[in-house]
């Protein structure tokens, strides 16, 4: 691909399978390229020139045509401002490597209005220097048939398209407005992949089997049927975590028995979960005041810690955390909804004190998961090791 950020005649994209036809029409997109190349090289994420190409090839900006939300914060709530192309900042920040939110509460993309809406995200374009760490730890090989869970804004889809040619690429996007978007993007710097609308838990069965599988979207478990689309000696990466809202991205080689085992690769990695996987609302709250009382070995401070949070979602990943201001002092409670299990604790001078309920010990599961990592010299995330299979997950840490 040659490069012509002073062109002013726009050149119509060809596929080729790597969409070399496209030229930047004369917006300076080019040179903001090879400025985030630079940048994802200096920052250690982007590491080989066959994925070098395909930031310089790739132009985010037409992947957020649409435009993105900017994050507004106002006292005590978080709100989201339209950006569209036009506005000063849309393209520069097209470039930046930051995630920028497309999509907000399932439906409303930045064209929808004008103002502020405070509404939780649920598509966004992923940082480029996450995306493309990804795929530098796909560990691809030409002529790799790969699966993408997630299509979003398409942008992925084309940095692997342009590497292996986009016959090599099925990507699957649950939401049909978000996989059109990104269809009519991709078809714009010459890229025709096959698309499909569906549960990307579920897979692509059709076109398998797979010699890797990449997921921007977050799990509680990696799915059976992932685990039976890639071949045995293929590579999966995923970001895997829990309702604590503390995740990790883990790399499994999958094994000859249908299982795949890996590790994690730390750096505090979050995505969106998979909407079939996103926590259940809370409902009406049990009785914090039944149960039974006792002094915790563990304050609830710890689950400010990334790495802390993450342990004890391993003892209690559906659970969920919050805060209730009562006029005695604040209360902070723990609530797997599905399972009726609960944790209220409040603090008593120095102390932290628990009470539990309902048919599992919530908290004391947290507390002996804790202690045990702490005991263990408080491992970072990249010493866990993680084994799937159709039964679960095990996560366990280096000695």
């Not at 590579?235 to 975590?241: A, D, K, P, Q, S």
Request: net charge negative.
């Amino acid at each position: 691909m040659t490069e012509t950020t002073g062109s002013t005649e726009p050149t119509e994209p060809t596929d080729d399978g790597h969409g070399d036809g496209y030229d930047d029409c004369g917006d300076g997109s080019g040179d903001r390229r090879v400025e985030l190349a630079a940048a994802l090289t200096a920052g250690g994420d982007l590491r080989s020139p066959e994925w070098r190409d395909a930031v310089l090839a790739t132009p985010r900006h037409e992947f957020l045509r649409g435009g993105f939300f900017r994050r507004v914060d106002d006292g005590t709530r978080t709100g989201w401002e339209p950006v569209r192309p036009g506005d000063a900042d849309w393209l520069p920040a097209c470039y930046r490597d930051e995630s920028l939110v497309t999509q907000i509460a399932g439906t409303i993309v930045p064209g929808d209005l004008d103002g502020r809406i405070h509404r939780l995200p649920t598509s966004s374009s992923t940082l480029p220097g996450l995306v493309v760490r990804m795929l530098e730890e796909l560990a691809v090989g030409n002529g790799s048939r790969v699966l993408e869970i997630g299509t979003g804004s398409g942008y992925s889809t084309a940095l692997l398209c342009h590497r292996l040619g986009a016959a090599l690429v099925t990507s699957v996007e649950v939401d049909p407005e978000v996989s059109g978007r990104a269809r009519v993007a991709l078809g714009a710097v010459g890229h025709h992949p096959e698309l499909v609308v569906g549960d990307g838990l579920a897979g692509h069965a059709p076109n398998a089997p797979y010699d890797r599988l990449i997921a921007t979207c977050g799990v509680l478990d990696v799915p059976a049927a992932w685990l039976a689309q890639v071949r045995p000696g293929g590579r999966i990466v995923v970001t895997v975590g829990g309702w604590l809202h503390s995740s990790e991205l883990a790399c499994l080689t999958v094994r000859e028995d249908g299982t795949a085992a890996g590790r994690l690769l730390g750096g505090q990695v979050s995505f969106m979960l998979a909407r079939p996987q996103t926590p259940p609302p809370l409902g009406i709250l049990p009785d914090l005041g039944a149960g039974t009382e006792r002094e915790s070995t563990v304050g609830w401070e710890a689950l400010d810690d990334w790495t802390a949070r993450f342990v004890a979602q391993l003892a209690a990943p559906r659970a969920q955390r919050f805060g209730l201001a009562l006029p005695e002092g604040e209360l902070k409670v723990l609530l797997d909804v599905e399972a009726g299990s609960w944790a209220a604790l409040r603090r008593d001078g120095g102390r932290w004190i628990v009470r539990e309920g309902g048919p599992d010990p919530l908290w004391r599961r947290v507390e002996d998961r804790i202690t045990s990592w702490r005991r263990a010299g408080s491992p970072g995330l990249d010493r866990f090791l993680i084994t799937v299979g159709p039964g679960g997950r095990t996560i366990t840490w280096d000695a």
